[in-house]
């Protein structure tokens, strides 16, 4: 039986700190992420009547959690976000360790299982039972564990890591591929506003993560290049790959999920990383965002929010029904 969803009013998370950039890409975008209440004080101000609306309509709005793709932040969803909080309150939130985020707890294993606990501390905070879940990558793969604890109404997985047997060729190839980021990162990290300055450079740089990388904005690939690069827990994360465990098989699904990947990911391709899914959630859906990358949101921004929309409002009306 899936857990009631409730949901409180709580203060605008701080997605962005610790950097100088972090600070001048939280103040962009937070009133795309924050509070409901906020948002419709600054829009009505002096409007009893229309705050009182607006505070219905916003507080109606069902909750959608965002977990970003490892060694990176929640600036990954900007493309989408003002699309996606047209429709839901959306929680986008920092995995510990990673840039903006809280550090990583003392003891902390570096394990899936571990950082789904954490992100359950997260949505306790935030008073939600449950909500729809979004992942990409990383954040994928913990969005479908959080399923199987009972955490989501829905889940979309954009290209999340899992899909490999332990020490398989796939899962060797991707820990090797981690290790020769991490020193490309050493040297490109501080260098990334210079790097960034040339199309044909960030095409070159980030065309592992985004296919179309030429038409991100200068902000955003310098933000890409440097969320990897201070990463404060990439070094453990890569040595922890080595043992951990792989999903499990759902004896039964405990919730719609939906599979999305982009057909030039260069970081876990389709055919070789989606495998394992397809036998730890057989009854899922797939869809194949064509000449998008692994981290679509870039690449495709519009067929990823749809994507993502198609499921929550279908899922809206099936619990309304």
Request: positive net charge; hydrophobic residues 45%; aromatic residues 6%.
């Amino acid at each position: 039986m899936r857990r009631s969803m409730t949901s409180v009013p709580h203060r605008s998370t701080e997605l962005f700190r610790a950097t100088t950039t972090g600070t001048r890409v939280r103040n962009k975008i937070s009133n795309e992420v924050t509070v409901p209440r906020t948002l419709a004080h600054r829009a009505v101000a002096g409007s009893p009547k229309l705050s009182r609306r607006r505070s219905r309509q916003t507080e109606a709005r069902t909750p959608l959690v965002l977990l970003h793709p490892f060694a990176s932040s929640p600036h990954v969803w900007k493309p989408i976000l003002q699309t996606l909080n047209e429709k839901h309150l959306v929680h986008a939130l920092g995995i510990a360790g990673h840039l903006g985020a809280d550090p990583a707890p003392l003891g902390f294993r570096h394990t899936v299982e571990e950082a789904v606990m954490l992100v359950e501390g997260q949505l306790d905070a935030l008073g939600l039972a449950q909500a729809h879940m979004v992942g990409n990558s990383l954040g994928g793969w913990l969005a479908i564990e959080l399923a199987r604890r009972g955490r989501a109404r829905s889940v979309v997985a954009l290209a999340p890591g899992g899909g490999w047997e332990l020490g398989s060729r796939e899962h060797r190839r991707l820990m090797q591929k981690f290790r020769v980021m991490r020193a490309l990162l050493t040297i490109g990290g501080p260098l990334a506003g210079t790097l960034v300055r040339s199309e044909l450079v960030r095409s070159v740089v980030l065309r592992d993560a985004v296919a179309r990388a030429a038409h991100m904005t200068r902000e955003d690939a310098q933000h890409f290049i440097e969320a990897a690069w201070r990463c404060g827990i990439y070094d453990h994360v890569v040595k922890a790959m080595a043992t951990q465990t792989v999903p499990a098989p759902f004896a039964q699904p405990p919730c719609r999920i939906r599979f999305v990947w982009g057909s030039r990911d260069r970081i876990l391709p389709m055919p070789a990383y989606s495998a394992r899914w397809r036998q730890v959630v057989p009854d899922a859906e797939w869809l194949v965002l064509d000449g998008a990358g692994h981290v679509p949101m870039y690449d495709a921004p519009e067929q990823v929010a749809n994507a993502i929309l198609e499921v929550t409002a279908q899922e809206l009306q099936r619990e309304a029904a």
